[in-house]
Nanobody, 114 residues
Framework: VQLQASGGGLVQAGGSLRLSCKAS????????MNWYRQPPGKSREWVAG???????NYADTVKGRFTVSRDNVRRMAYLQMDRLNTEDTAVYFC?????????WGRGTLVTVSS
């Protein structure tokens, strides 16, 4: 199983970024895909998730600003991040599970400047 997140970068507060996660080695269409982040000096935290059926859930800190989506044909998951603020600065990871084992992508850095 391989997950590769991309799309991070430097953005000013109030701006937007779209992260992508490419999955391989799994039956993507049946997997729930999650996004996590790890701010500098802090623990990793769950951000958002999307089930195989397209149901979505969000952490309270990003609800209304972030949108998670997926494209099962392309085996891609996305995280659209709008109205970014400095507290969104973190390394963002995509994650999924197979047979009870967690799989993580390498992560992509998002830096929000004030």
């Amino acid at each position: 199983v391989q997950l590769q997140a991309s799309g991070g970068g430097l953005v000013q507060a109030g701006g937007s970024l779209r992260l992508s996660c490419k999955a391989s080695g799994i039956n993507f269409s049946i997997n729930t895909m999650n996004w996590y982040r790890q701010p500098p000096g802090k623990s990793r935290e769950w951000v958002a998730g999307i089930t195989s059926g397209g149901s979505t859930n969000y952490a309270d800190t990003v609800k209304g600003r972030f949108t998670v989506s997926r494209d099962n044909v392309r085996r891609m998951a996305y995280l659209q991040m709008d109205r970014l603020n400095t507290e969104d600065t973190a390394v963002y990871f995509c994650q999924t599970q197979r047979s009870g084992t967690d799989f993580w992508g390498r992560g992509t850095l998002v830096t929000v400047s004030s």
